[in-house]
């Protein structure tokens, strides 16, 4: 079989490489969406998505302060890697006294609230500009600029989010999709 052919004509992996497969060669894909060139696919191994939902009713937004952290996945491992983002406002925030919030993707040490997101927070005030970032697909391994293992979404407003039981939050939704990828073990 060729390169680029596929033995299922409905398949979605688009292969910009010419050449043949090597008798015996197989490719696992394993149900979930696969982007990159062939030696992706070899060197990251499994890839998946997964799209968290933070809503205003979130727990994380009752805190009597100004900054809110959400945990949205801790890594398994240092050979999971987190390989994209994708911050996407669906529902303004609004609430009480509340003029501005953004938003940013980091780790849980400090000073690092919005490594994964390149220094650059996102208003959630709004429903229609949204963020995205590739780490491995540019060559930068997200997931090794500090020791934790712990992807967190980091909000922050000019007044506190809440009083320590309830929030002063009252709309906004926001989708945060995350893409990993655990790698291979060498040789």
Known sequence: MRIGEFANPTASLRIASTGTIPAGTVFALYGTTHTGSVGA?????????ETITVDYSNAAFVVAGTTATITLKTLASNRQKLAGIVVDPRTAFAGT?????????????????????GGTSLSVMQATE??????????????????????????????????????????????????????????
């Open 97 to 117: 006294a509340v003029s501005t919030m953004t938003c940013s993707v980091g780790s849980a040490t400090s000073g690092n609230e919005d490594i994964y997101t």
């Open 41 to 49: 696919l070899g060197v990251w191994g499994h890839t998946s998505q």
């Open 130 to 187: 949204s963020y995205s970032t590739g780490g491995m697909f540019s060559g930068r391994d997200l997931a090794s600029p500090d020791a934790s293992l712990a992807v967190v979404l980091s909000c922050t407003a000019n007044t506190n989010f809440g009083n320590g039981a309830a929030t002063v939050l009252t709309a906004g939704k926001l989708w945060v999709t995350l893409f990993t990828t655990s790698l291979a073990d060498g040789s």
